[in-house]
């Protein structure tokens, strides 16, 4: 009788453990917040960088305003150091005009496990990006940003202001 219930006790720990250990390892991935800051003409955000899926990193996006570009670097996580830093150019890459007054809005957000997006507005063009940054594998130390889509979320104030 005293075995019986050794057993039984037995089978339903191994059977509980085997439940918690398919329920762990089986749940949706957790949502993550990026952080972001504003000083005068620069913007900061950070976000996920998929360099190798087993040790994901963080990559930094900074955008400045008066040179009109925004720059992108990861950190390299055995180090602590900085990759190096692509650039894209904001004023062709939305067709701004020379000197004019833009505002530019952007956040990171997360699109796969361990990879994130940033989303970058421009409200006087009514344009809208969404970009990725990576590790570049062609034997160069930099990193790289694609654009995956730029599109109107909106007509621009001057097209507005015509009809």
Request: glycine share 0%.
């Given at each position: 009788m005293k075995d019986r219930r050794r057993w039984l006790w037995l089978g339903t720990g191994l059977l509980l453990g085997a439940c918690c250990t398919v329920c762990y390892f089986t749940q949706q991935p957790r949502a993550t917040a990026g952080s972001n800051d504003r000083f005068d003409d620069y913007i900061l955000c950070t976000g996920a960088v998929a360099s190798n899926p087993k040790a994901p990193t963080d990559g930094v996006w900074l955008l400045d305003y008066r040179a009109g570009k925004l720059l992108g670097t990861v950190i390299d996580r055995s180090s602590g150091k900085i990759f190096g830093w692509a650039e894209l150019d904001l004023v062709s890459e939305f067709e701004l005009p020379p000197r004019q007054n833009v505002h530019f809005l952007m956040t990171t957000g997360q699109i796969s496990q361990g990879q994130s997006a940033l989303y970058l507005a421009e409200t006087t063009s009514g344009k809208f990006g969404v970009y990725t940054m990576g590790v570049r594998f062609d034997a160069q130390?930099?990193?790289?940003?694609?654009?995956?889509?730029?599109?109107?979320?909106?007509?621009?104030?001057?097209a507005a202001k015509q009809q």
């Open positions: 130390p930099n990193v790289y940003i694609r654009r995956h889509d730029l599109v109107l979320f909106r007509q621009p104030k001057a």
